[in-house]
């Protein structure tokens, strides 16, 4: 399995450090309001990572945090914490805030079909711990006061800017002037002294006085305690190299002396319409937009793996009516080859259900080839476009042969067991897995019947019973063929 490590700007072999046990971090969200599309491409595309990892037989450890304290309006220490605008405008404290669009986000990734990390750690639960850390990183002398706050002294520590290949000297040659007290353009809070003229409602006592983290500490503080460090893999959105990522390696290597993760792995952006997201432009599109909009979820998923994790994606409603248009006909496809095992016999479906053994071999080989096709795809560095573009091309080829008669029960087994390694590796629930109702067999035979007889009428009845069923039937040269409605 090949990885993009943006550490060293090259595909990597991933092996783990530990047997076969994988340490993943994944930056979450800063809970003050619904997350939009843009924000869960992120979580898509650490769900596939997770799943390949596991699908290669690796025990991942998933850790992503919650931030529910300390990321200020500007990423650059400066404004109000999100968490108490956003409940000065809602009219509500920052913990009702917090726990409500914690709720929210755990929704849309579930509405997506994103596995929930193993551990989701709250930065306010971990306060204790960030103090920790910042008392460490003073005792090793890479801090320094200022009237606002505890600061990390970035020109301490001779690879700062690694990860984003940042030009510290150059920046600070063409920096402003104005820069506070800090020391750097780079230096970054540690932990915020409260604002001895207003009280917030997320402060904390702390050996340097009363205050709160700064955005950075809590996943190098949450990141250690659940995973150690160093771990495997961290990932999160292009936008977290230049500073958020940078200041993470920063204050846990000067902490620790050793690196923080091996792998960094981040996604494009998501642009609308060619534009950047923004409420100003009103081109912001959560799950429940989408939703309202006639989609499903798993359109959104869908459109997201037809492009690769590291290509900028531009999203228009077009596109994903295109999405939805392209998954919805493969879903119906692979059901209808799942479903084929449960219909009465017919010329290709005879009797003995085990079907010829030459039979099985084929279909089996088949399967066999395209799984490793599909494998061979996500291991080189998740390569979701490839891997659906094969998966359409041969879901093609076994209708074809199921029109020909050369498909039965067992070969249909074999191919639903191919099936489920796929949506065990894309999670798009290709799968019906469910037994079709007594009703709708019965009716597909009454409707069968009909149609030996010539009888259209009552034909058309059984099709519309099947219908309202939630089912769809196709004519084929060897028999009806049962799909599900979406």
Not at 49 to 60: F, I
Not at 227 to 253: C, K, R, Y
Request: glycine letters at 6%; aromatic letters at 10%; charged letters at 25%.
């Amino acid at each position: 399995m090949k990885l993009f490590n943006t550490l060293t700007r090259s595909k990597e072999l991933f092996t783990p450090l530990v047997d076969k046990r994988v340490g993943l971090y994944a930056c979450g969200p800063t809970v003050y309001d619904f997350a939009h599309i843009g924000n869960l491409r992120a979580y898509i595309f650490v769900d596939i990572l997770r799943r390949v990892l596991e699908l290669n037989g690796y025990e991942v450890k998933h850790v992503m945090n919650i931030t529910d304290v300390g990321h200020l309006l500007s990423n650059a220490d400066e404004g109000e914490d999100r968490m108490e605008v956003s409940a000065k405008r809602e009219g509500k404290t920052a913990w009702e805030i917090a726990a409500f669009y914690t709720e929210q986000f755990i929704k849309d990734l579930k509405m997506l079909n994103v596995k929930l990390p193993d551990v989701m750690p709250k930065a306010t639960d971990h306060i204790a711990e960030q103090i920790a850390l910042v008392e460490t990183l003073e005792t090793k002398g890479f801090t320094y006061r200022t009237s606002d706050g505890i600061y990390f002294d970035t020109s301490k520590l001779s690879d700062y800017g690694k990860l984003a290949r940042l030009n510290v000297e150059g920046q600070e040659a063409g920096a402003r002037v104005q820069m506070g007290e800090k020391k750097h353009p780079t230096d970054f809070a540690l932990w915020k002294f409260s604002p001895p003229e207003s009280h917030r409602q997320m402060e904390w006592e702390s050996p340097w006085g009363k205050g709160f983290p700064g955005w950075h500490i809590e996943c190098s503080a949450m990141s250690v305690k659940y995973l150690g460090q160093p771990f495997d893999i961290h990932t999160g959105g292009i936008d977290h190299i230049p500073v958020h990522h940078t200041n993470e390696i920063a204050q846990s290597e000067a902490a620790y002396g050793k690196p923080l993760a091996r792998f960094w792995l981040h996604n494009e952006f998501l642009t609308v319409d060619g534009e950047k997201m923004s409420k100003s432009l009103g081109n912001l599109y959560t799950v429940a937009d989408l939703v309202q909009k006639g989609f499903d979820p798993l359109d959104y998923r869908f459109l997201v793996l037809m492009a690769h994790y590291r290509s900028k994606l531009n999203f228009t409603l077009e596109a994903l009516a295109a999405a939805q248009a392209s998954r919805r006909t493969l879903t119906q496809q692979i059901r209808g080859l799942e479903l084929w095992q449960q219909l009465p016999a017919t010329k290709s479906l005879a009797a003995d259900s085990g079907g010829p053994k030459a039979e099985k071999d084929l279909i089996g080989s088949q399967a066999a080839a395209v799984k490793r096709t599909v494998t061979d795809a996500l291991n080189d560095d998740l390569d979701t476009p490839k891997a659906i573009a094969t998966l359409q091309t041969t879901t093609e080829r076994f209708l074809n042969l199921q029109e020909r008669g050369e498909l039965t029960r067992a070969g249909t087994r074999t191919l639903t067991d191919f099936y489920r390694f796929v949506d065990e590796a894309l999670g798009l629930n290709f799968l019906w897995s469910k037994p079709v109702p007594k009703e709708v067999l019965e009716s597909l035979a009454e409707r069968e019947q009909a149609r030996s007889d010539k009888n259209w009428q009552t034909a058309d009845a059984k099709r519309a019973e099947i219908e309202t069923a939630g089912f769809m039937v196709e004519d084929t040269p060897v028999g009806p063929r049962l799909t599900v409605k979406l």
